[in-house]
Each structure stands twice: as structure tokens, then as C-alpha cells.
Antibody, heavy 121, light 109 residues
Framework: EVQLVESGGGLVQPGRSLRLSCAAS????????MHWVRQAPGKGLEWVSG????????GYADSVKGRFTISRDNAKNSLYLQMNSLRAEDTALYYC??????????????WGQGTLVTVSS | EIVLTQSPGTLSLSPGERATLSCRAS???????LAWYQQKPGQAPRLLIY???SRATGIPDRFSGSGSGTDFTLTISRLEPEDFAVYYC??????????FGQGTKVEIK
């Protein structure tokens, strides 16, 4: 059974940093791209960042480019999101999502339950 | 960057009725790399449709997707009580990216 378990969320002051983690199990982690998607309270889904299976291809939404860094450790079956210079508008539930296909172009077939990040003074 | 616009914002229908949801892209979505998701309150999104018209595993055949280029449609042939939810389209043709539409809420009339 595929499982994605996010952790690392919490309350943080504006301008500070936070590192999210996603522990994956139930599939061959290093075969698939992985993504972070966020959802602000009461709002829609926003793709944040994605990373290919070998970390050779990485993308970011314009809203987080230069502040967030995605990475993965295939030996640990883990995905990370380093979030720096956090802003109030980064407040959201952050989901880890698995690519459906092994190819570079893919939608997402499994999602974690999310970890909540609240940016407030 | 491709922008996806979903309409209507809210669809008020009764169980048993047909639901038609639209997703329009600001430019052509390559090779129909268009997906649809369902999200219920307090739950993560669930993949319904990929490649514009292929149903994901376990998705009932009352859900169907169609379209190409810039215009895509999700149709629910006969609404069941469990289908009342928010639906999002997503384009994934420019990897590793995956922009979403703003969502359509299907509510009970």
C-alpha cells in the first residue's frame, strides 16, 4: 500500500525558515517524480514544486522561486521542502504527491494527508 | 505559463442529474496532459481522470472526461450523493510542473 506521510509543519514567524519532510513507502520511490502542492485555508490547490526521480529536473511555482528548495533522498525514500523567508501568504496545508507515471510528464495518483504551515507573528 | 480557468465556480444540482464541468486553458495543453481531481472536505484530492479522458483505477464509469487543445470537460452522468465535492483540473504537460484550475464546487440543490 502506497503511503505518503508529511511532517515538519507548524507555526513560524514571517521571515523564518521551515523544512518539510515526506516519508514514502509502498512503491519504488526512485522510479517516480515527486511534488509538493499546497492549499491555503478555504482556497484551491496550488502546485508548489516538483522533482524528477534522479533530481535532474526541478521546477518551482513563481510564488516560491528563490525562497523554497525541493530535494529528495532516494536511499531514505524521502522528499523534502526547505522553505526560507516565509510570508503570511505561505500559510497552507502542504501535500506531498507522487507522480502517476514514471515519465517526466505526469499527474499525481497518491497524496499524503498534508502538514499545516502557519506563518504568523 | 498555462493558466486554467474552470467554470462554473459552483454548480447546484440534485442527485441523479448530469453535471458538466469546464476547464479552459490559456494555451494548448500538449498531448492532452490534462487531469481531473475530486476533493471532499478534510480529504486529500483523488485522481479521477488523466490524459483528458482515461479513468483512474477504481473510478466509476459515470465519470468521463473529454476535450483537447484548450477546452476540456468533466461529465458526471448521474450524480450520486458521494459526488458532491470540489473538482479541479490540472495540466501536467510542462514537467515537472502541474498547474491547477481554481476549482468547481458541485453542491446539492
Amino acid at each position: 500500500e502506497v503511503q505518503l506521510v508529511e511532517s515538519g509543519g507548524g507555526l513560524v514567524q514571517p521571515g523564518r525558515s521551515l523544512r518539510l519532510s515526506c516519508a514514502a513507502s509502498g512503491f519504488t520511490f526512485d522510479d517516480y517524480a515527486m511534488h509538493w502542492v499546497r492549499q491555503a485555508p478555504g482556497k484551491g490547490l496550488e502546485w508548489v514544486s516538483g522533482i524528477s526521480w534522479n533530481s535532474g529536473s526541478i521546477g518551482y511555482a513563481d510564488s516560491v522561486k528563490g525562497r523554497f528548495t525541493i530535494s529528495r533522498d532516494n536511499a531514505k525514500n524521502s522528499l523534502y521542502l526547505q522553505m526560507n523567508s516565509l510570508r503570511a501568504e505561505d500559510t497552507a496545508l502542504y501535500y506531498c504527491a507522487k507522480a502517476f507515471f514514471q515519465s517526466s510528464t505526469s499527474c499525481f495518483d497518491y497524496w499524503g494527508q498534508g502538514t499545516l504551515v502557519t506563518v504568523s507573528s | 505559463e498555462i493558466v486554467l480557468t474552470q467554470s462554473p465556480g459552483t454548480l447546484s444540482l440534485s442527485p441523479g442529474e448530469r453535471a458538466t464541468l469546464s476547464c479552459r486553458a490559456s494555451q494548448s495543453v500538449s498531448s492532452s496532459y490534462l487531469a481531473w481531481y475530486q476533493q471532499k472536505p478534510g480529504q486529500a484530492p483523488r485522481l479521477l481522470i488523466y490524459g483528458a479522458s482515461s479513468r483512474a483505477t477504481g473510478i466509476p464509469d459515470r465519470f468521463s472526461g473529454s476535450g483537447s487543445g484548450t477546452d476540456f470537460t468533466l461529465t458526471i452522468s448521474r450524480l450520486e450523493p458521494e459526488d458532491f465535492a470540489v473538482y479541479y483540473c490540472q495540466q501536467y504537460g510542462s514537467s515537472p510542473r502541474g498547474t491547477f484550475g481554481q476549482g468547481t464546487k458541485v453542491e446539492i440543490k
